[in-house]
């Protein structure tokens, strides 16, 4: 029996049944990734597997350093052989990390390939896999489609035009939806300089002045129509940590004004205009019945060295922590709330110690207004934490503190078109944890519920919640 088989990550029979007969079988609603709709449109083909693999991948790229590879092997001028080699020396290192289980299930996946990837066999593999990667298979838009894909959401700048987005739409065949997500943190950056030439741009593009802030946010409101004709319905934010500062009208125009004109504010001054920012953009998403996720809790580019020398997303970041979370969190939320804005809203914790507090915190703001179940999400294991046992976690906190029959599922939030294996490692985890419950008594083996429940968090949830 191959390594990668209908049993893998399962223990349970009842597991292995809710996942050979109904989370394998449906279709994949990858709400959030980092995709290129350019590169999906113009749709090329890869010159090899290094390419497809290694180009941009920093969780690779961590392990490969931790493995001891120069880093002219990993993003310097090594040639493809000898970067692949120095990744099967890697793998070959790599039990307990779920990039062994990714590359396994990748190979098997797309490439047919049940070999161990190791120090002995990559150039066999490697060959097996270069002979493929040229064919139509394993073009762009061929590999999402054999992936099972039905809608992709992108990660997209205000101001971007949002042109492939367009031209793939209109693409009869290609059916696939590629639709973007709002990602405004250029709202949110803390350079004055440049907050006020992103400020300036934006006047120019909407034809609307950016002198105040009421102004700036009927121009933002354009943008985010602008958006909704491409089809998107969410929003994305990055904070590093959750802050909420309140402050009144005049006081947030003075701070807004001091900043568009190029002049620093203080801690306290920055949590404030960034507060009002946060809870006017969460209102127009409400007008909009747009989904607002929220990804906190990393600390980028740790390593100056490095950072000067690769730039961003090249592995170097980490876990925050934060004191009075639960305080800012709670804070955030319910002002968005007397605004009479606050929207659908996922919360993604990278730092795994506050799930019972983000899951606390959603329970206090659920209701049936918005015409979904669970409007409130506490959004699956992220980053650091899409791994067995972070997965895990989250799932059981989420049963524990509210309703996992309503959850939205997983994500990919890869830039990588062959991480739609991820999806599977997910919905392996989630019928092996089911299946635990059912063979220690503690849910009845009744097949309609585990069926439905199954359907709902790998598919049906994510259709009825976002409404594409």
Known sequence: MSFINDRFMIESDVG??????????????????????????????F?????????????????????????????????AEEKFKAWAETVEAAFGNPLYHWTHLELNKYFGCNDMLSSENWQQVMQHCNQQITTDDFKPRR???????????????PLDSLEYHRLLKQDATFKTQVLPTFRPDDLFIEDAQAFSQFADKLAQITGTGTHTFGDFSAALAKRIDHFHETGCRISDHGPVTIEYQPADAACIDALFSKKRHGESLSFHETAQLNSALFVMLAREYKKRGWAMQIHFGAIRSNNTQMLRKLGINTGFDSIADQTH????????????????????????NLNASYNDVVATTIANFQSGED????????????????????????????????????????????R???????????????????????DRGEVPDNERILTRMIKNICHDNAVNYFRF
């Open 16 to 45: 292995a049944r809710l996942y050979k007969d109904v989370a394998a079988q449906l279709p994949i609603i990858d709400y959030h990734c980092h995709l290129d709709a350019k590169e999906i449109y113009e749709n090329k083909n």
């Open 47 to 79: 010159d090899n597997i290094t390419q497809l693999w290694l180009a941009g991948d920093h969780y690779k790229w961590r392990a490969m350093r931790a493995n001891g590879i120069s880093e002219h092997y990993i993003t310097g001028a090594a040639t």
């Open 143 to 157: 590999l999402i489609e054999r992936s099972n894909v039905a809608v992709i959401c992108t990660t997209d700048a």
């Open 325 to 348: 979370l639960a305080t800012g969190l709670n804070r955030l939320l319910d002002a968005m709330a007397q605004n009479n804005g606050l929207p659908k809203t996922i919360l993604y």
């Open 371 to 414: 015409g979904v179940k669970s409007p409130m999400q506490f959004g699956s294991g992220w980053w650091f934490n899409d791994t067995r046992r972070g997965m895990e976690n989250q799932l059981n906190s989420l049963a524990d503190q509210g309703l996992l029959m309503h959850f939205v599922g997983m994500l990919t939030d890869s």
């Open 416 to 438: 990588s078109l062959v991480s739609y294996t991820r999806h599977d490692y997910f919905r392996r985890i989630l019928c092996n944890l089911i299946g635990g419950w059912v």
